[in-house]
């Protein structure tokens, strides 16, 4: 079974742009979170969408945005670029049948410039 | 909010020897932990897991120990290889109501050949 497949792998952008992250969870499973991981801050939650709604949402300013859509594919989105958003994104999959284990994608490494 | 185990310490081994990585969490009412290991340029990789009703699990080469009275997590890994060396991360979900993982700092762990 393939594993939870992140696009694209890195990305520039500068301040000011907005970004779109893919995320294609493990086949089977609904459930779908997003992280943000940089080194003075490590790993945070940013939101978790379930059969298309957001369950969870962490502390993170409105600039930052999810979708699911029906094939649990997820998307999140960021508006208005600023420096201290280049991180790693990680995207994470799990399922019910399979103990709510979140098994994660490789991220995507946003750089702002 | 309430956090886990947030620092990096660097635990330094030598092939052969058991390593035990420790993490201290404060979400009393969290009922599962899970440990992560990530490799540079790579996600956060499942490794082992465990639920409050229970105080100790097994894997293949690991060991997970939950001590709830001091709110303590620990990860052994026996005879530790080269390719064991990574950072490891404990994380707990304090969310009954979906997925919602708060992680610690991660601890570095590196094995001397």
């Known amino acids: 079974k393939a594993g939870v497949t992140q696009t694209p792998r890195y990305l520039i952008k500068t301040r000011g742009q907005q970004v779109t992250l893919s995320c294609s969870p493990i086949?089977?499973?609904?459930?779908v979170s997003w992280y943000q991981q940089t080194p003075g801050q490590g790993l945070q939650f940013l939101f978790e969408?379930?059969?298309?709604?957001?369950?969870n949402k962490g502390n993170f300013p409105g600039r930052f945005s999810g979708r699911q859509f029906s094939n649990s594919r997820s998307e999140m989105n960021v508006s208005t670029l600023e420096l201290g958003d280049s991180a790693l994104y990680l995207c994470a999959s799990s399922s019910r049948l399979a103990g709510d284990t979140q098994y994660f994608g490789p991220g995507t490494r946003l750089t702002v410039l | 909010g309430e956090s886990v185990g947030l620092h990096l310490p660097t635990l330094s081994v030598q092939e052969g020897d058991n390593s035990i990585i420790n993490c201290a969490y404060s979400?009393?009412?969290?009922?599962?932990f899970i440990w992560y290991k990530q490799e540079s340029g790579k996600g956060p990789q499942f490794i082992i897991d465990?639920?409050?009703?229970?105080d100790k699990r097994q894997g293949q080469r690991v060991t997970v120990l939950l001590n709830k009275t001091v709110k303590h997590l620990s990860l052994q890994i026996a005879a530790t290889q080269p390719g064991d060396s990574a950072v490891y991360f404990c994380a707990e979900n304090p969310n009954n109501a979906g997925n919602m993982l708060t992680f610690g700092g991660g601890t570095r762990l590196m094995v001397k050949p």
């Open positions: 979400n009393s009412a969290s009922d599962y």
């Open positions: 969408y379930f059969s298309e709604t957001q369950r």
């Open positions: 086949s089977g499973h609904r459930s």
């Open positions: 465990i639920r409050s009703n229970m």
